[in-house]
Antibody
Framework: EVQLVQSGAEMKKPGESLKISCKAS????????IGWVRQMPGKGLEWMGI????????RYSPSFEGRVTVSADKSITTAYLQWSTLEASDTAIYFC???????????WGLGTMVTVSS | EIVLTQSPGTLSLSPGERATLSCRAS???????LAWYQQKPGQTPRLLIY???ARATGIPDRFTGSGSGADFTLTINRLEPEDFAVYYC?????????FGQGTKLEIK
């Protein structure tokens, strides 16, 4: 069974750093893109960025580039989303999702809730 | 960046009726790269339609996608109680890939 298992909820203070994870199983990790999607409270889906673990090709939305870093570790079939300096506006649910070249996201993680508050 | 504008923002209908949801792109999107998702409160988005009109695995045939160019439509015939949710269109042709802002389908 194809699964994306995301790390647990986080509560952080503004200015702190954070790295959340997305553990893939049930398929060849290096052959699919893994993307990250933000959903702020009560709002819609926002595409943040995507990585191809096979060669680490990474793309970002201009709205998020420079604020987050997407990475992947092939050896443990895990993708990551990280912040060096969190802001209150980063409070949201973050989903990871898988896609094949030419196809949309077909498998999603359950999401990681990130709360940033002083 | 391709902006996807969905209309209406909220659609109030009764079970058994037909829902028509629109997605307009700021530039042409190749049909292969247009998808629709359904999201219920507290749940993960679920892929409904890909390549504009192909139903994903397990999606009932009352869901129909259509369109071309910059105008796309999701039609839901004979609404069932479980269909009331938020629907998003999504283009994945041009990076950054983008989602529409969503249409909330609510029970009238």
């Amino acid at each position: 069974e194809v699964q994306l298992v995301q790390s647990g909820a986080e509560m952080k203070k503004p200015g702190e750093s954070l790295k959340i994870s997305c553990k893939a199983s049930g398929y060849r990790f290096t052959n699919y893109w893994i993307g990250w999607v933000r959903q702020m409270p009560g709002k819609g889906l926002e595409w943040m960025g995507i990585i191809y673990p096979g060669d680490s090709d990474t793309r970002y939305s201009p709205s998020f580039e420079g604020r987050v870093t997407v990475s992947a570790d092939k050896s443990i079939t895990t993708a990551y989303l990280q912040w060096s300096t969190l802001e209150a506006s980063d409070t949201a649910i973050y989903f990871c999702a898988r896609r094949d070249l030419g196809d949309p996201f077909d498998v999603w993680g359950l999401g990681t809730m990130v709360t940033v508050s002083s | 960046e391709i902006v996807l504008t969905q209309s209406p923002g909220t659609l109030s209908l009764s079970p058994g009726e037909r829902a028509t949801l629109s997605c307009r792109a700021s530039q042409t999107v190749t049909s292969r790269y247009l998808a629709w998702y359904q999201q219920k409160p507290g749940q993960t988005p679920r892929l409904l339609i890909y390549s504009t009109s192909a139903r994903a695995t397990g999606i009932p045939d009352r869901f129909t996608g259509s369109g071309s160019g910059a105008d796309f439509t999701l039609t839901i015939n004979r609404l069932e109680p479980e269909d009331f949710a938020v629907y998003y269109c999504h283009q994945f042709e041009i990076s950054p890939h983008t989602f529409g802002q969503g249409t909330k389908l609510e029970i009238k």
